[in-house]
């Protein structure tokens, strides 16, 4: 038995037999070419690449079909490089110098790898398996290797090196229960269709596919990245009733879909959803979501050569606008940079990209790209509830100068006779420490607040969140982060603006309980989260939440904040689980 400690990307669990995918490179030949043979290899390149665009071609439209028209974009990308002339080019020119097709390939994608690898940034090597996967493919067509994942029928585990995009968009969830690579990050285009398709995953794991082998038992915990080879029976049972309890519990807060978040003293909190593409609406839908708390926008921008105009903007708005209505949408202007990169942005290479010229930064030194998406927002709050707030606010001047681009904008929008809501709502995203302790000052000019506490924590404690060896030093429950959030709660209140969170902390069950003593009522996370945030809602005292928030605020350790947070999360379930009696207030029957 190994367990085996990789990033989780999609949670749940399962337990299953592993799929093993074939390693490519073990099959290639390297043998040269007779000069006689390469006109034939040529031909036979071509045939190659025809099929890849014919298979790319048929996955894009299941893609479209189950998954949507914005996953269906990526293949539209894969598609643009396999008939990129150049790369044509490099492969004939290979071949015609005596190497097989097939290993012309793997030379040529070998040198577009490599220089993705190079860059330190890790939002492009995630890059890298949407170059992969055209590579792949078009070597299997070469020697003939199919492995259609769609025709999989009975319930695996896949494993291998990586698993790209269009594998994938293959899969069903009725046979494939999991995936674990090696490769990979959670803001892969594949773990965000893993997360689409509500299918547990795992990546990061160093050297697992020389490890695993086909047909061996596995566990994979997507929640907490861990994944266990060879279980002995101890651990299968352990992991089925874990599982188990989740599908219990999943079902015990079906029946929470179609009621209001609403204290047992009768405080209402809003939950929203933070979604990153039009198609998760199915997921807000399913999982009872009040509102869009966080509409992410760069999906528009990435794995493109040109730059999303005006109308693809606005008709990606306008879907989900019309879709969940008369739900609020809160779509969050452009968030590029710091490990978001889109080439045609042309953004430059920064030794400290969480620091550099991003969010709105990025939009008011371009007000071009900036103004064009305004008008795409502003057209879209024509269709139903919309709100926009600015990513990154640092100071009162930059939200200044964000309203008067807007003024220009809505201006521009009378005189052509464009409608919009007149009164869209505008907020800014309180992310810094400089924000937060400005938060008076920016309250006046903003009709609300979302506290981004992700990077709020960051950059408070000065951690890189994403970098293994600070990971530890990064806590939410650290006392200057609560009292940053306390400060701002404080400061849109006296304004008379709303204020909610929409960071991962707000995903948190036992979080969920301080969060609401410290006056925050909006709360927004991934979908999968909402029902159990949901139920503790429901379980809490409003004036015990209070007193909760205000004795933790007092406290001088965050590893004390830690387990007094956890603590009064267990007794919380522990005192439900009695039966004790609920007080039902008027506001527990509304939908």
Known sequence: MTK????????????????????LHQKIPDHRLPPEEVEAELQRL??????TERELEKIRVQAAKNLGSAAAEIFNVHLLLLKDRGLKARLVRQVKEGWNAAYAVTQVLHDYLDSFQRIDNSFLKDRRGDLEDVGKRLVRNLLGLKIQLSDIREKVILVGYNLSPSETASLSKKDVVAFVTEVGGPTSHTAIMARSLEIPAVVGLKGIDQLFRSGAMMIVDGQAGVVILDPDERLVREYTRMRSNLREASQALESLRGKTATTRDGHRVCLGAN????TEDVSVLSHGADEIGLFRTEFLYLNRDDLPDEEEQFRAYRRVVEKLRPMSVTIRT????????????????????FLGWRAIRFCLARPDIFRVQLRAI???SAHGKVRMMYPLISDLEEVKAA?????????????EGRPFDEKMPVGAM??????ALAAGAIA????????????????????????ERTAHLYNPFHPSVLMLIDHVVKAARAAGIGVGLCGEMAADPATAFLLIGLGLDHLSMAPLAIPQVKQVIRLTNYREARRFARRILAMESAEQIAGEVRDNHERLLARESKGRPKKKTRSDDQT
Do not use: C, H, W
Request: aromatic content about 6%; overall charge negative.
């Open 430 to 435: 309180i992310e810094v420490p400089s924000a």
């Open 4 to 23: 085996f400690q990789g990033i989780g990307v999609s949670p749940g669990i399962a337990i299953g037999p592993v799929y093993r995918l074939p390693d």
């Open 275 to 278: 979604i990153e593409m039009p």
């Open 334 to 353: 452009l968030d590029l940079g710091g490990d978001k990169f889109s080439s045609a942005l042309g953004m430059p290479e920064e030794v400290n990209p």
């Open 403 to 415: 309203r008067a681009i807007l003024e220009e904008v809505k201006e521009g929008l009378r005189r």
């Open 378 to 380: 502003l057209r879209a």
């Open 46 to 51: 071509d045939r190659a690449l025809e099929e």
């Open 444 to 467: 006046r000019r903003v009709d609300f607040f979302s506290l981004g506490t992700n990077d709020l924590i960051q950059y408070s404690l000065a951690v890189d969140r994403v970098n």
